[in-house]
């Protein structure tokens, strides 16, 4: 097996070709978390479950693949990248075929639990073999392709799942990644180096169950805190008692870090050796908190609001998608010739600007058309934020610790994200609330007076499934074409309301993190 040293030269004989191996297998984890979520309808009918079970099938993985990544990243700097990537692809393909089979529920929770471990074996093997191969003048161009590869995934994933769905059906949507995993684990072997670093690392297991108690804790309790109205789960265990756990694990995580006197799971010198690494997680950190709940936000308005098909809100992102592609690779380049400093900054920045252009622009009645321009400066700007990002997040991070890294920044990541979905959720959910009752009142006087009160209800009871009222059973049918008629538009404005100050909610925070980008250190 061969050994890590920070050259100047690749460690690799076709480190471009390596690269699209490694990114494939990253590909398709990203793409079925998007496919899945498009199916949830059809789950819910073909495995006769209830709506909050198939949410735990979706969630499932994301908690096990958030709370994995700082184990499994440092197990590559142990056993070798391509070890863990091979384990990983595996246990995902198997997986992959284990929910197309299922038939329950059960089954299909279980089999999702073993994808979020297959993806988190996966995901920093990535990320350390771009440093293992890549010299560092040429890291910004391989972030880049990595970056373009993987923002392809949100939007294929609808317009692929809306197909399979439509035409194979939803054990298809899990079948798809086993020919696809088999060439990649093959060519992996084929074409990947054995790499790990020379020196022998030895496992920190009580700083495994630390870590994955605390983070367990964490993501769970965001994860699950909307749902139990961020109260009581059972008897005396609440999501405030769990996140507390959780946090009070962390905290002793650390302190075991610094006390132990063997070989820590997350070391110390990453965040001094590192020259941007914990900026870069910071920054990474409230991007993340900032961005993820766009996509959320905006195809509940194209779906909902605007009464497009999965298939129609996927074509209508695509440019987005393409334009994010694009941007990851010109930013891969820019930040070798110039640094991925100023890059993020702008990125950042142009970002912002491009959020900022879609609360003016979307409207109850905005066309596909008037969006466009928003959506191509939120998908170029958000190409050329997610390179730089990794760039100056691992920019002199020893290559021995390369796993770590890799871990630690897509853990914080991670929790940045689940944090932002519950985040702006609720900022989303009272917004919904308090416009919908105001454009209910306002339109209830269309309707005869014995309606009015029930339509206000309707209206408001709608807001917490993000769908408009319907209209009670037995009206006569000028009444039921008022009532739906005026639901719909109440529901349509109030949610184009609460999704601007959800928009400029993010646009806050997209703004903190340009303006942390001049705490890391000029290279």
Request: proline share 10%.
């Given at each position: 097996m061969s050994a890590?040293?920070?050259?100047?030269s690749p460690s690799a004989k076709r480190p471009w070709l390596v690269l699209c191996v490694l990114c494939t297998g990253f590909f398709m984890s990203l793409l079925d978390g998007t496919i899945v979520n498009i199916a949830i309808p059809t789950l819910i009918t073909d495995l006769h479950t209830s709506y909050d079970e198939v949410l735990w099938i979706v969630d499932a993985y994301l908690l096990v693949f958030s709370v994995l990544l700082v184990t499994t990243g440092r197990l590559g700097d142990r056993f070798g990248y391509r070890r863990l990537f091979l384990i990983g692809i595996s246990a995902f393909t198997v997986a992959s075929a284990l929910c197309g089979l299922s038939d329950s529920p059960g089954q299909l929770l279980a089999a999702r639990v073993l994808q979020g471990v297959g993806g988190a074996m996966l995901f920093p093997q990535v990320i350390a073999s771009i440093l293992a191969i890549f010299p560092p003048r040429q890291r910004g161009r391989a972030f880049g392709v990595f970056g373009a590869i993987a923002g392809?995934?949100?939007?294929?994933?609808?317009?692929?799942?809306?197909?399979?769905?439509?035409?194979?059906?939803?054990?298809?949507?899990?079948?798809?990644?086993?020919?696809?995993?088999?060439?990649?684990?093959?060519?992996?072997l084929a074409f990947v180096p054995a790499l790990r670093p020379a020196r022998t690392h030895k496992l920190d297991l009580v700083g495994v169950a630390l870590a994955t108690a605390g983070l367990s804790g964490i993501v769970f309790g965001l994860i699950e805190g909307e749902r139990y109205?961020?109260?009581?789960?059972?008897?005396?265990?609440?999501?405030?008692?769990?996140?507390?756990?959780?946090?009070?694990?962390?905290?002793?995580?650390?302190?075991?870090?610094?006390?132990?006197?063997?070989?820590?799971?997350?070391?110390?010198?990453?965040f001094t050796s590192g020259r941007g690494f914990p900026a870069g997680n910071a920054i990474g950190f409230v991007f993340q908190l900032g961005m993820i709940g766009i996509s959320l936000v905006l195809v509940v308005y194209l779906q909902?609001?605007?009464?497009?098909?999965?298939?129609?809100?996927?074509?209508?992102?695509?440019?987005?998608?393409?334009?994010?592609?694009?941007?990851?690779?010109?930013?891969?380049?820019l930040s070798d010739k110039i640094g991925g400093r100023l890059v993020l900054l702008a990125g950042l920045a142009t970002l912002a600007l491009g959020l900022g252009v879609l609360v003016v622009t979307a409207r109850a009645d905005s066309s596909a058309w008037q969006l466009l321009p928003g959506l191509l400066i939120i998908g170029l700007a958000g190409g050329a934020t997610f390179v730089p990002l990794q760039h100056v997040t691992l920019e002199g991070v020893d290559p021995r610790l390369a796993g770590a890294a890799s871990g630690v920044s897509g853990t914080t990541r991670q929790v940045g994200g689940v944090l932002g979905t519950a985040v702006l959720g609720a900022v989303l959910s009272t917004s919904l609330s308090s416009a919908l009752r105001h454009e209910a009142e306002e339109r209830a006087g269309r309707l005869p007076a014995g309606l009015r009160s029930q339509f206000v209800?309707?209206?408001?009871?709608?807001?917490?499934?993000?769908?408009?009222?319907?209209?009670?059973?037995?009206?006569?049918?000028?009444?039921?074409a008022l009532f739906v008629r005026a639901g719909h538009e109440a529901f349509t404005a109030g949610y184009v309301s609460a999704m601007h100050v959800t928009l400029l909610a993010s646009t806050a925070l997209l703004v903190?993190?340009?303006?942390l980008c001049f705490t890391l250190r000029k290279p």
């Open positions: 890590l040293n920070p050259v100047e392809f995934a949100p939007i294929v994933g609808p317009i692929g799942g809306g197909f399979i769905l439509a035409h194979l059906g939803r054990r298809w949507i899990f079948f798809i990644n086993v020919p696809i995993g088999v060439l990649t684990a093959l060519l992996a109205d961020w109260g009581t789960i059972t008897g005396p265990i609440g999501i405030t008692s769990i996140l507390l756990a959780g946090a009070l694990l962390l905290v002793l995580f650390v302190v075991w870090q610094r006390v132990q006197r063997g070989e820590p799971l997350v070391p110390l010198e990453l909902t609001a605007r009464g497009y098909s999965p298939l129609q809100t996927g074509l209508v992102l695509l440019p987005n998608a393409v334009l994010t592609a694009i941007g990851s690779a010109l930013a891969g380049r209800e309707a209206t408001m009871a709608g807001g917490h499934q993000f769908s408009p009222p319907a209209a009670p059973r037995g009206l006569p049918p000028v009444d039921t903190l993190a340009a303006l």
